[in-house]
């Protein structure tokens, strides 16, 4: 795991990246890129590299659709051939990860020269690609610098940007719910890397006028955030400071548009009507006084293991396996520790309501998302309200975190 990436944003990116390759002797290139990518930063890059006398490749993705997935892991490995050399991702989300995927498994560095500002996985470590049709994140490694040039980043199309408003709006649904793991399900966190992510959220808030007119000030905050989330990860060495509740919509979603062959949605667009969702439920929680949450516990059960084991088959055919392994602490909970969780939660009450305060409420996150150009609820995003509503009621069970959906789910405290 690397923590010493370059990090630059700002004006000239390229010439950095140049100067960069030059003070490491990086002399041999293999750029990653797809149609957008390759007009909108790609080729004027070459160019740089080639005048600067360094040896820059170029594989040339195309398709309908780019994603991380064999086909194109296989394209860029023949591309690129058996020299060794140091890749650079031109590009955001799918191109960091098949270049991420690619150079790991070849033993070779890569660099990250992202597009636009739509999603916090540039530094991080792992690569979310569809193998043999199912979704899964592979532990890779992080760049050796990440290289973002303002004016490319602000010339993307609003909607990437608003896709990484949307990635960065979830982190209030997300450090909560890591509050929430920590106090019932001693789940480990970091107060210090919490905090960190938590600044870089309030610093895209404060500056969302300019994030909603894509101007480099406004594309700087948002960029240094989604920067700051990465690291965050990285930092936590797991994916819990920037993804809760709101992350396990979107990837159930995700993973049904995958197994459809639907056109994808872009992660953070999805993440952020998400979070309006996830809000609704802190909401709740800030409403239901501590009698009323304990009289609700009171007549809960526990689901039994059949229960789980038919819900699991129900919504996610062919991973049930996988399924059942994050979520067997929670059904093998015997019948004590069920009511020692449960007077847990009506005794740390205060401190859970406190926790919900931390989020802002979802008309708020709603005009934030608004104004960022964001969609603010999931079914304008072509999903019907069975889809949503299968969304809400079982990915809860992709993960082993005590997030705020599983108040709903394991104690029938409803959020709706
Ligand atoms: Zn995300």
């Known amino acids: 795991m690397r923590n010493d990436i370059h990090i630059y944003v700002g004006p000239d990116a390229s010439d950095q990246l140049i100067r960069f390759c030059q003070d490491r002797k990086l002399n041999t290139l293999m750029l990653v890129a ?13 160019t740089k590299l080639k005048a600067a006398g360094i040896d820059a490749k170029m594989s040339l993705l195309t398709g309908e659709e780019i994603i991380a997935t064999e086909r194109y892991f296989v394209q860029v490995m023949l591309d690129a051939g058996r020299y060794k050399r140091t890749f650079v991702a031109v590009g955001s989300g799918s191109i960091t990860d098949i270049t991420r995927f690619v150079s790991y498994f070849t033993h070779s560095d890569f660099i990250s020269y992202p597009t636009a500002a739509s999603v916090d996985g540039f530094t991080g470590a792992g690569a979310p690609s569809v193998i043999v049709g199912f979704k899964k994140t592979v532990m890779c490694h992080s760049p050796l610098g990440v290289f973002g040039d303002l004016d490319v980043l602000s010339a993307a199309p609003q909607e990437m940007t608003a896709s990484g408003f949307g990635d960065m709006l979830g982190k209030y649904v997300a450090l909560a719910d890591w509050r929430l793991g920590e106090l019932l399900w001693n789940e480990p966190r970091d107060e210090t890397i919490s905090q960190r992510v938590k600044v870089a959220t309030d610093r895209c808030i404060a500056r969302i006028d300019e994030i909603g007119q894509a101007s480099p000030e406004g594309i700087q905050a948002l960029m240094d955030g989604l920067i700051e989330s990465g690291l965050g990860m990285l930092a936590a060495n797991s994916s819990r400071p920037a993804s809760g509740t709101e992350h396990q919509v979107s990837h159930h979603l995700e993973m049904k548009l995958l197994q459809e062959n639907r056109p994808a949605v872009l992660h953070g667009i ?54 059942l392994a994050e979520q067997e602490q929670f059904i093998s909970l015997s019948g004590s520790a069920y009511q020692d969780l449960k007077q847990r939660v009506i005794d740390n009450w205060a401190e859970i309501q406190d926790i919900a305060t931390s989020v802002p409420s979802p008309q708020q996150m709603s005009n934030w998302l608004r104004q960022a150009g964001g969609v603010t609820n999931l079914a304008a995003l072509g999903f019907s309200d069975e889809e949503i509503d299968e969304a809400l009621t079982y990915s809860h069970l992709l993960r082993n975190r005590f997030n705020v959906n599983k108040l709903w789910h394991l104690f029938g405290i409803d959020l709706a």
Do not use: F, H, M, W
Request: no cysteine.
């Open 270 to 323: 999805k993440v952020g009507a998400a979070s309006i969702i996830a809000a609704g439920y802190y909401e709740k929680v800030r409403q239901l006084d501590q009698r009323e949450v304990s009289q609700k516990l009171e007549i809960a059960e526990q689901p039994t293991r059949e229960q789980y084991l038919q819900e699991i088959k129900t919504a996610y055919p062919g991973i049930e396996e996988k399924v």
């Open 34 to 46: 797809d149609e957008n990518t390759y007009a909108a930063a790609g080729q004027a890059l070459e």
